[in-house]
Structures are given as structure tokens and as C-alpha cells.
């Protein structure tokens, strides 16, 4: 039982650059999420999704898209890579309202420089 | 809107020392409440949880209770190792509708010295 997984794990972006963090989830959650965790801060919420086809924002969305196309899958897009989102990147799943508890992927830490 | 405080680390302990972390939350209605443990470099890792007044979790030795009356869930264990150092997130979800959306503490880190 893999769980929630991420690619890459480290990766290095110049400034402009664009690139997709991958994130996939084997234990038919509906609910899936993105954070951002800064060095030293807790966690900030960019997108979430609670069902394919269905997503919104969360706290920190801009310079970021995400899509939903399946309930396994939940990719996050950065286009046009700034140094400010220079971060580790967080994956997190949950099962159904009211079961509150995330499951969460290993973590993609990312440098633009 | 609901929100989660919790102290402000690092903390420094000794092996085999008490531990508390405290943590209060501020919610409309009666929130589940939780402690994540985050590894240096993983991701976070569910610790144990409560899902109304009064319930206690616990698991690895450590435990939280959800008191209502001073809205708090904070974390204990009687004898930290040094394998407990981490940093420790507490999170409340519940006010957020139909989005299961949690609301995360910004983390404690946990040094156990040997």
C-alpha cells in the first residue's frame, strides 16, 4: 500500500521555468490537497480538491494551477517559476467528510534560483 | 474564522524528561482535533487524534485530551527519546464545511538530547 505519493523529490527551477509536481493517491480518498511549507513556518494551503473535476483555492494559490481529472491524481502547476516559491510542496489525501485526518505524501522540495 | 495556536519551540529536553506541548484552538461548533509528527525530511505523520469532549488519544506513548472548557489539546509524554525529536503540529478540522479542510498550529520543534 503505497499511499500518497510525489515526484519528483528535489528539484532545482530558474527563474521563469515551469514545471509539474506530481501527486498520486492509492487509497480512493476523495478529498486531496496542496500546502507549502516555508523553512521555519507551518503549513500553508494552496489548492484542494474534494472529488475529480472539482477544485478551489486555499490560502496561497496565485503562480500556481492544479486539475482533477481523475480521483487517483492531483498535479499542481507552477508556471513562470519566481523565487518565491522556493518551498518543500506537501500532497495530502482524506478519505470523506466528516473523517478529518490527511494522509500525507514524502514532500518536493523546490529551489528557484 | 477557527484557528490553532500552539507554543512556540524549539524545546530543549533531556532524554527520559516530561514533555508538554501546548496547544488551544478557537472554533464554532466542536472541531476534531490532532497532533501531526514531522520527521526531518518527511512528510507529516497523523500522531493521534480526538474527535469530541473529553476524548483522550494516544499512541506512542504520547497522549492529548480535548478539554472544551479551555479549548486546548495539548501534548504530553512522560519520558521523551531521543528518536522523539521532531517537529509536532497541532490541527483542528471541522469548521470548514464540506471541504475537510484542516487548520494547522505553525509547528514545535522537539530536541531530545541524549
Known amino acids: 500500500n503505497a499511499g500518497v505519493t510525489q515526484t519528483p523529490k528535489f528539484r532545482i527551477l530558474k527563474i521563469g521555468q515551469s514545471m509539474t509536481l506530481q501527486c498520486t493517491q492509492d487509497m480512493n480518498h476523495n478529498y486531496m490537497y496542496w500546502y507549502r511549507q516555508d523553512p521555519g513556518m507551518g503549513l500553508k494551503l494552496i489548492y484542494y480538491s474534494v472529488g475529480a473535476g472539482i477544485t478551489d483555492k486555499g490560502e496561497v494559490p496565485n503562480g500556481y494551477n492544479v486539475s482533477r481529472s481523475t480521483t487517483e491524481d492531483f498535479p499542481l502547476r507552477l508556471e513562470l517559476a519566481a523565487p518565491s516559491q522556493t518551498s518543500v510542496y506537501f500532497c495530502?489525501?482524506?478519505?470523506?467528510?466528516?473523517?478529518?485526518?490527511?494522509?500525507f505524501g514524502p514532500g518536493t522540495r523546490l529551489t528557484v534560483t | 474564522g477557527n484557528s490553532v495556536t500552539q507554543m512556540e519551540g524549539p524545546v530543549t529536553l533531556s532524554e527520559e524528561a516530561f514533555l508538554t506541548i501546548n496547544c488551544t484552538y478557537t472554533a464554532t461548533g466542536y472541531p476534531s482535533l490532532f497532533w501531526y509528527v514531522q520527521y526531518p525530511g518527511e512528510g507529516l505523520q497523523l500522531l493521534l487524534k480526538?474527535?469530541?469532549?473529553?476524548d483522550k488519544g494516544s499512541n506512542k506513548g504520547f497522549e492529548a485530551t480535548y478539554r472544551k472548557e479551555t479549548t486546548s489539546f495539548h501534548l504530553e509524554k512522560g519520558s521523551v527519546q531521543v528518536s522523539d525529536s521532531a517537529v509536532y503540529f497541532c490541527a483542528s478540522g471541522g469548521g470548514g464545511g464540506a471541504t475537510n479542510k484542516l487548520i494547522f498550529g505553525t509547528g514545535t520543534l522537539l530536541a531530545v538530547q541524549p
Open positions: 495530502a489525501s482524506a478519505h470523506r467528510v466528516g473523517a478529518y485526518e490527511q494522509y
Open positions: 480526538a474527535t469530541k469532549a473529553d
